[in-house]
């Protein structure tokens, strides 16, 4: 069973800065892209970034380009996402996801909750 856990949520204010993990777990892990998402309330989940696990090409929503970067540290299994000039629009719910075999997102973590207050 292959279990992901975020972790780094939190308080910032506009502007700020907060940066992301998503340590993967599990005998069977096995990763094509790992991605992050994000929900915030009242509207549905949303991409907002993805690495291909083994060559580290990446790609990001329109909203974020520019702004958050996402990098994976293969030895630790885990994604990061460093996130800069934070808005209040980017206030929700970010989800850590696995694809292993190229063919959608089967593991999701619990999510960690980011709050941008102007």
């Known amino acids: 069973q292959v279990q992901l856990v975020e972790s780094g949520g939190g308080l910032v204010q506009a502007g700020g800065s907060l940066r992301l993990s998503c340590a993967a777990s599990?005998?069977?892990?096995?990763?094509?892209?790992m991605g992050w998402f994000r929900q915030a309330p009242g509207k549905e989940r949303e991409f907002v970034a993805a690495i291909n696990w083994s060559g580290g090409s990446t790609n990001y929503a329109v909203a974020v380009k520019g702004r958050f970067t996402i990098s994976r540290d293969k030895a630790k299994n885990t994604v990061y996402l460093q996130m800069y000039s934070l808005k209040v629009e980017d206030t929700a719910v970010y989800y850590c996801?696995?694809?292993?075999?190229?063919?959608?997102?089967?593991?999701w973590g619990q999510g960690t909750q980011v709050t941008v207050s102007s």
């Open positions: 599990g005998r069977t892990f096995k990763s094509v892209v």
């Open positions: 996801a696995n694809d292993p075999y190229a063919n959608g997102w089967s593991n």
